[in-house]
């Protein structure tokens, strides 16, 4: 049984302003060859197949034509992510082929896409993103919520998919890939995902998955495999491509799962780059000259670092870098110092609001004020998974 794992499209995002859509498609028509090139079985999407809540019309339409062109080959098996409206990417789920299987209800998610193999049934479950707020009131088994966290609600949801493993006929468990949308612990972040933080803590253990024999991650921008327990491999596909600087050193890829008996194992088939990310810094003669030359054709953050800033600064590097997306000044003295902290996934956005406080009224925000921050983002946040 051969599978084929990525997530993290985001169809329609931008990368500071640049349309990244005809690269996105350009992935996607990749992925079409990969699965007929390799024979591909499955494929499975762990979420955030969109970059938001309503997408264009222009994205909706790209995966609307991908799904089809995938399910001549083969079999999808797609979840939504924190990104994803669950509801609007679901819609028509119940009418799809049987080769395009959307799981984005949380009442579904021990419900399996049933793979038959010649060594016995591969069993695809699709967890959907849990939003604890939500999630926590569903997945309760009695009239009490679960605790409002990540690890409570991924427990649950894998206590009922084991629950359905343990009920299959037959003495030998079946093999079984979860797709899941979640921070794992051990994980690497980077500066584009969206916080999910919910009281403070946005981390699920890795133990949590235990039972299953692939776990196909989303959420993480960067490609890596975490540790499990009980041989359950787990691993992050990442996303296609680079959504933020941070992600410029990364070599994204897709990852192709042979399941063969009782092992796994895994090989990434590198994704096409449009083109690379570069960071560069140094005074403005430097830049344009030899020290510039070899980032002329790539995506750029330029830092100008002369003591005053130059005249007409924008107009002379976008001339001598058109693909330069951030063009900034800062004096030598101050161009080691860290940046301001970012609202990320990698900055709690509660340190960098108290940070602020302080730097406003010298003093941080009392326990009371603190508290009431965070029921404020978190509300916020909240609003924004469920539009």
């Known amino acids: 049984m051969r599978l084929l794992h990525t997530s993290d499209w985001h ?40 970059d938001r809540a309503i997408p264009p019309v222009e994205a909706v339409t790209l995966l609307s034509e991908t799904l089809a062109r995938l399910a001549e080959h083969t079999t999808v098996v797609v979840t939504s992510g924190n990104h994803d409206s669950a509801t609007r990417l679901g819609f028509g789920s119940a009418l799809m082929r049987d080769r395009v299987r959307l799981r984005t209800r949380v009442a579904g998610l021990a419900e399996p896409v049933v793979l038959p193999d010649d060594d016995g049934d591969v069993l695809v479950y699709g967890i959907p993103y849990l939003d604890p707020d939500f999630a926590r009131v569903e997945l309760a088994d ?33 093999r079984s890939v979860v797709a899941a949308h979640a921070f794992v612990i ?17 981390q699920v253990p890795a133990g949590v998955f235990a039972g299953a024999d692939y776990v196909a991650l989303g959420h993480l921008h960067g490609p890596q495999q975490l540790t499990g327990v009980d041989r359950t491999v787990l691993r992050y596909s990442g996303s ?35 083109r690379r990310l570069a960071d560069v810094t140094g005074t403005l003669e430097d830049l344009l000259g030899a020290a510039g030359e070899p980032h002329t054709d790539a995506w750029m953050r330029v830092t100008v670092t002369d003591a005053h800033r130059p005249d007409d600064l924008y107009r002379r590097i976008k001339q001598r870098f058109p693909h330069a997306l951030v063009v900034q000044h800062r004096a030598a003295e101050t161009a080691g110092v860290a940046r301001a902290a ?43 998974r469920s539009a």
């Open 186 to 202: 051990g994980g690497a972040p980077t500066e584009s995902e969206r916080d999910i933080r919910v009281g403070g803590v946005d």
């Open 11 to 50: 169809l329609g995002r931008t990368l500071h302003g640049v349309d990244l859509l005809d690269h996105q498609a350009a992935y996607l028509e990749h992925l079409v060859d990969v699965v007929r090139a390799e024979q591909v079985d499955a494929v499975v999407v762990a979420g955030d197949v969109y």
């Open 142 to 174: 009695g009239p009490e919520p679960l605790a409002r966290s990540h690890e409570a609600v991924a427990s649950a949801a894998m206590r009922r998919i084991r629950a359905d493993l343990a009920s299959r006929p037959g003495s030998a468990r079946p």
């Open 240 to 274: 296609p491509l680079a959504y933020s600087f941070s992600e410029q050193h990364h070599a994204k890829s897709t990852v192709l799962v042979d399941l063969s008996g009782g092992s796994v194992r895994t090989s990434l088939v590198d994704a096409p780059v449009p």
């Open 342 to 384: 970012v609202v990320t996934a990698a900055h709690d956005p509660l340190v960098v609001a108290a940070d602020f406080l302080t730097h406003v009224t010298g003093h941080g925000p009392t326990p009371a004020e603190a508290a009431v921050l965070r029921r404020a983002y978190e509300d916020v946040t909240a609003m924004e």
